[in-house]
């Protein structure tokens, strides 16, 4: 096949759920599209993981974690219509509309969280079956080469595309830019270089037996040294009992960065207290080095049309959270079509 031939209508560079809303759109709309991840699954920060050590429990499965975004909520009315469609396709559901706080009372606060069925990655899973999706794929940088985008991995390969999407964390996309010598305008420059991401340590605990806390198994925790604590058993996402995932407050993840796996372990199971209930019998560590912007962009992405197309999407731009990222890979694949 000529290069020509093999040139894609649109490349997406992330198989979060901000690139997959947008490939899904674009390849709906009959375009040519494939989707670059540099991990060996989708989901982005929408990721579940199974426990290696399935024999531990003795029950033949392992446990199952969503290690990063909890739940989602419906603020918008286009993205409201998005989980309604995923509703009846049966890979959300409403969890609660509201969780326990760290003294065991329920806070209910009348606005509805949706979950994966059977776990976060499902939404993610279900996208990226009819697409192009290639994994283990860690682009370097991206060029205008004549009249198309040019993509290198660590690799040298290259692939080409007429247009670009871009949906990793906005310091990684201006390194893939700059790498690529690609001007963004000063003012909006200006903007993305001021958008700085939380960090999020999060520790999943395999439990000897079922853990203390309360329906429906999410707690909203003080904040500092833990935010969140969930039992992914209660919550209908691990077969077994006794899968926990913590998320560590922000001050915590930043103090603790560069502490050992057993160091932070130590410390947030010890600040979980008499909510686990039984024995740790394993346990790790997944630091999120971009957890959620701080800022965020004023419109929903950024379309660049000069030397060729390309755009900016992701959380930083309609919201730090998952309807947010998949709002701007709405807008994304909407602004190219
Ligand atoms: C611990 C944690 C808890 C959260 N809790 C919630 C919550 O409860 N509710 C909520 O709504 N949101 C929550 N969020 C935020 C939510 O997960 C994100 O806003 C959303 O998933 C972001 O989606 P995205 O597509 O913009 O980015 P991502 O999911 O980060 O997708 C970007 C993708 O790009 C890939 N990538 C990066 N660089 C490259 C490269 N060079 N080449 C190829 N691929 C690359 C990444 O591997 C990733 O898959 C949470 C996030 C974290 C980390």
Same mark, same amino acid.
């Given at each position: 096949?000529?290069?020509?031939?093999?040139?894609?209508?649109?490349?997406?560079?992330?198989?979060?759920?901000?690139?997959?809303?947008?490939?899904?759109?674009?390849?709906?709309?009959?375009?040519?599209?494939?989707?670059?991840?540099?991990?060996?699954?989708?989901?982005?920060?929408?990721?579940?993981?199974?426990?290696?050590?399935?024999?531990?429990?003795?029950?033949?499965?392992?446990?199952?974690?969503?290690?990063?975004?909890?739940?989602?909520?419906?603020?918008?009315?286009?993205?409201?219509?998005?989980?309604?469609?995923?509703?009846?396709?049966?890979?959300?559901?409403?969890?609660?509309?509201?969780?326990?706080?760290?003294?065991?009372?329920?806070?209910?606060?009348?606005?509805?969280?949706?979950?994966?069925?059977?776990?976060?990655?499902?939404?993610?899973?279900?996208?990226?079956?009819?697409?192009?999706?290639?994994?283990?794929?860690?682009?370097?940088?991206?060029?205008?080469?004549?009249?198309?985008?040019?993509?290198?991995?660590?690799?040298?390969?290259?692939?080409?595309?007429?247009?670009?999407?871009?949906?990793?964390?906005?310091?990684?996309?201006?390194?893939?830019?700059?790498?690529?010598?690609?001007?963004?305008?000063?003012?909006?420059?200006?903007? &993305?270089?001021?958008?700085?991401?939380?960090?999020? &340590?999060?520790?999943?605990?395999?439990?000897?037996?079922?853990?203390?806390?309360?329906?429906?198994?999410?707690?909203?925790?003080?904040?500092?040294?833990?935010?969140?604590?969930?039992?992914?058993?209660?919550?209908?996402?691990?077969?077994?009992?006794?899968?926990?995932?913590?998320?560590?407050?922000?001050?915590?993840?930043?103090?603790?960065?560069?502490?050992?796996?057993?160091?932070?372990?130590?410390?947030?199971?010890?600040?979980?207290?008499?909510?686990?209930?039984?024995?740790?019998?394993?346990?790790?560590?997944?630091?999120?080095?971009?957890?959620?912007?701080?800022?965020?962009?004023?419109?929903?992405?950024?379309?660049?049309?000069?030397?060729?197309?390309?755009?900016?999407?992701?959380?930083?731009?309609?919201?730090?959270?998952?309807?947010?990222?998949?709002?701007?890979?709405?807008?994304?694949?909407?602004?190219? &079509?």
């Amino acid at each position: 096949m000529s290069p020509e031939q093999d040139t894609l209508d649109c490349a997406v560079i992330g198989a979060g759920i901000s690139g997959l809303v947008a490939a899904d759109l674009l390849h709906r709309a009959g375009r040519r599209v494939a989707v670059l991840e540099q991990e060996s699954i989708v989901g982005g920060r929408m990721a579940s993981r199974r426990s290696a050590r399935d024999t531990n429990t003795g029950l033949g499965s392992p446990a199952v974690f969503d290690q990063g975004a909890q739940y989602f909520t419906t603020k918008d009315v286009l993205f409201e219509g998005l989980v309604r469609s995923w509703e009846e396709a049966g890979l959300v559901r409403e969890w609660s509309q509201g969780f326990a706080t760290s003294d065991g009372s329920f806070y209910a606060d009348g606005l509805a969280r949706y979950c994966g069925l059977p776990d976060m990655s499902a939404v993610p899973n279900h996208l990226a079956r009819n697409l192009d999706v290639r994994l283990d794929l860690r682009a370097s940088k991206v060029e205008w080469h004549r009249t198309t985008w040019r993509i290198t991995d660590e690799d040298g390969q290259i692939l080409t595309a007429n247009s670009l999407i871009l949906t990793p964390p906005i310091p990684i996309s201006l390194a893939l830019i700059d790498a690529g010598l690609v001007e963004v305008p000063k003012v909006q420059r200006d903007i &993305l270089n001021r958008i700085e991401y939380e960090p999020c &340590l999060a520790v999943m605990l395999l439990l000897q037996d079922g853990a203390n806390l309360p329906k429906p198994g999410g707690m909203w925790s003080v904040g500092e040294p833990i935010a969140w604590i969930a039992d992914n058993h209660v919550k209908g996402v691990s077969p077994i009992p006794g899968a926990i995932t913590i998320h560590a407050g922000p001050d915590f993840s930043h103090d603790q960065w560069q502490s050992t796996d057993e160091a932070i372990v130590r410390e947030l199971v010890a600040a979980a207290g008499e909510w686990l209930g039984s024995q740790v019998i394993d346990a790790w560590v997944k630091r999120w080095r971009y957890s959620k912007p701080f800022l965020t962009y004023p419109e929903p992405c950024l379309y660049i049309r000069k030397p060729g197309p390309i755009l900016l999407a992701g959380d930083a731009f309609a919201g730090p959270r998952v309807e947010g990222a998949a709002l701007s890979g709405m807008a994304a694949a909407t602004a190219l &079509l």
